[in-house]
């Protein structure tokens, strides 16, 4: 496919230059723009071996469907085509869908990859006329989208891929097969030609639910949730896989809005989605300048859950716990300051009197200056909590010597506080209270003399 057909009927003037110079070697790379329409291997069309001589080598072609052999209607996925093949240094393809019912009717369209390296071909059914860009025109159907010029990428070693989205049909059309026809080129005589298909079952149309007081302060897991803070939601069918965010889901420091085609709004403003399974998600909450019921919704591949209301507060202060009991803190040097055997294969070693410890939390509110949602915290600053807190362990007010966001993270509050000399040893209760709103009860912090 990397060569234009010089029986191109589509093509007059490339057709007679051809007969013109039919024994110049260089036409055989005449291909090298993209392929016609009809070339993927679609039963009844035909395919690579239509525009170059060769055959199968040791390498392969792949595509690889985020969803697996699956699709939800309507919800875009992003394929990426992968051709292998250890001899070849020219690369082309051409691909399309089609319902497994009757392969004369399109599946869905395709969207070109921003790096220049895919088009469209677009034509009838009948394969009149043919059309190439980046949209096909609606009098023109049939949709296949295949290499550019640029996309050959001569002398390109293998692996080499192909990056573009699909769009199914905005309904169960029943199975969708993709066909593809791939080629690596060596030489005027070396054509490797590779075909394969794939056939892609509608998605379970479980829409994702929320359940009822399902939208929780992450730390806590109560009521309550704040702008720029960590939130957690539960329910069913939330996400169809299982992941928290990576490095490549964080871009120049900015938070994804989705992972694997999951999203959250939070009073119709993205969220940043760090973990996704079928029954919790975790979102930092967007910047929001309001305060009271908010609208929280979940969308799962192209399924949105039906709206619930949680309540959006100034500051919902809470501090995160291991063993839903001891709140997570940290001696000066960060480790971790717990009872001796809370962990079985961890150090742990409980907080001194008189020591100055971390508590680790969310909810704290504003900063100064302000920390927009949405970014990792920069290292080159501190931002500091804009109202304080007040600490109580054991119920002794305690003087907090500083209070701010986490550099290189989101959202997770650190608050050095100093241990009283005066507290015995054991479990000691520890609460804290910003502009009126209290932590929640029942977390500990362990102290040893």
């Known amino acids: ?3 234009r057909a ?3 009927k589509h093509r007059v003037l490339q057709f007679q230059i051809a007969i013109l110079a039919a024994a110049v070697p260089a036409l055989l790379f005449a291909y090298a723009e993209g392929p016609d329409a ?14 170059h001589s060769g055959s199968s080598g040791s390498g392969n072609v792949q595509v690889t469907f985020p969803n697996g052999a699956t699709y939800t209607p309507g919800a875009a996925q992003h394929l990426v085509v992968t051709i292998t093949d250890s001899s070849q240094r020219r690369w082309g393809f051409e691909l399309t869908a089609r319902q497994s019912g009757n392969t004369r009717n399109q599946a869905g369209t395709f969207t070109p990859g921003s790096d220049g390296y895919t088009q469209l071909v677009c034509t009838q059914t009948t394969f009149q006329t043919e059309s190439f860009g ?15 010029l640029s996309g050959t990428r001569l002398g390109a070693r293998s692996p080499v891929t192909f990056a573009f989205d699909w769009t199914p049909p905005a309904t169960n059309v029943g199975n969708i097969n993709v066909y593809i026809s791939a080629n690596g080129d ?3 005589s070396g054509d490797h030609i590779y075909l394969k298909n794939y056939t892609l079952t509608p998605a379970p149309s479980n829409v994702p639910a929320i359940a009822p007081g399902g939208v929780v302060n992450a730390a806590s897991f109560q009521p309550g949730i704040t702008t720029g803070s960590w939130v957690t939601i539960q329910g069913t069918n939330l996400a169809n896989s299982t992941r928290s965010w990576n490095a490549s889901d964080i ?7 989705q992972l694997d085609g999951v999203s959250v709004t939070i009073d119709g403003n993205p969220a940043y989605v760090s973990y996704i399974s079928p029954t919790q998600i975790n979102a930092q909450a967007p910047s929001d300048d309001n305060v009271g019921p908010v609208s929280v919704q979940v969308t799962n591949n192209g399924a949105a859950s039906a709206p619930v209301t949680a309540q959006l507060q100034a500051v919902s202060p809470a501090f995160f716990v291991w063993s839903n009991t001891y709140a997570v803190a940290t001696h000066a040097d960060y480790s971790l300051a717990a009872p001796p055997t809370l962990f079985p294969n961890l150090a742990t070693v409980p907080a001194k009197p008189g020591e100055a410890i971390i508590l680790w939390g969310t909810g704290f509110g504003a900063t100064t200056p302000p920390m927009p949602a949405g970014q990792q915290v920069p290292g080159s600053q501190i931002y500091s909590v804009a109202n304080p807190p007040s600490i109580t362990i054991g119920g002794v007010p305690v003087p907090v010597i500083g209070a701010a966001l986490t550099p290189g993270l989101a959202g997770l509050y650190q608050i050095l506080v100093q241990v009283p000399d005066s507290l015995p040893d054991g479990d000691q209760p520890v609460v804290a209270q910003t502009n009126g709103v209290a932590s929640p009860t029942g977390i500990y912090l362990t102290v040893q003399h």
Do not use: D, K, W
């Open 1 to 3: 496919m990397i060569r």
């Open 6 to 8: 010089i029986f191109n």
């Open 38 to 51: 009809g070339l993927a291997g679609v039963p009844g069309e035909n395919n690579c071996t239509a525009c």
């Open 134 to 148: 980046r949209s096909c025109p609606s009098s023109m159907p049939m949709q296949y989208i295949e290499h550019t």
């Open 186 to 188: 060596g030489n005027i």
């Open 251 to 257: 871009v120049n420091g900015a938070l994804p809005t």
